[in-house]
């Protein structure tokens, strides 16, 4: 069986919390929402929705040189809890569905690991564009699947910058 990494066109929406002093450690919390599809084999897919939260913490190194600019890089660890819930379209996915997710719904919980990085366009001291992407492995429902997955996580949106460390 195997499980596609979500799409970029995925719904979602993030907060992402960051204390900035000598080691600049932030946390990030997600929630994802999306659309993806269950195969087994080479059968047809079968719809599922995948509801997704993560957690996730690690240092984030950013270069403040420029005024305009910067660039930051980082680790992160975590965990995700997924719950799958089936949608079959025909009888035979149906049966498959009901085979493997008894219940109608498949939840689990797994730590997962990946680095990231981007850019804040800063517009003034405190106000600005930021363009991020995340690279991840987990492995979801190693019960159901022999090997876990790398999933690529793309955001674009505004940052608003505060405290004593926003250069002038």
């Known amino acids: 069986m195997i499980v596609p990494a979500p799409r970029l066109t995925n719904a979602g929406a993030a907060a992402y919390v960051s204390r900035v002093r000598a080691m600049l450690l932030s946390a990030i919390i997600s929630s994802i929402l999306s659309m993806s599809a269950l195969r087994r084999g080479t059968t047809a897919p079968i719809p599922a929705l995948l509801t997704s ?18 660039p930051f890089v980082r680790p992160s660890i975590g965990a995700i809890h997924e719950v799958a819930t089936p949608h079959p379209t025909n009888a ?24 990231g990085g981007g850019v804040d366009l800063l517009f003034s001291r405190h106000v600005g564009l930021r363009v991020q992407a995340d690279l991840v492995y987990d492995h979801l429902f190693s019960d159901l699947l022999k090997d876990g997955r790398l999933t690529t996580r793309f955001s674009i949106g505004p940052c608003f910058n505060f405290g004593k460390n926003i250069a002038r």
């Open 92 to 115: 035979i996915a149906a049966g498959i569905a009901k085979q493997l997710v008894p219940s109608g719904q498949k939840t689990d919980w797994t730590g997962f690991y990946g680095f």
């Open 53 to 70: 939260i993560v957690f996730a913490a690690g240092p984030q190194l950013a270069y403040r040189h420029f005024s305009h600019i910067t």
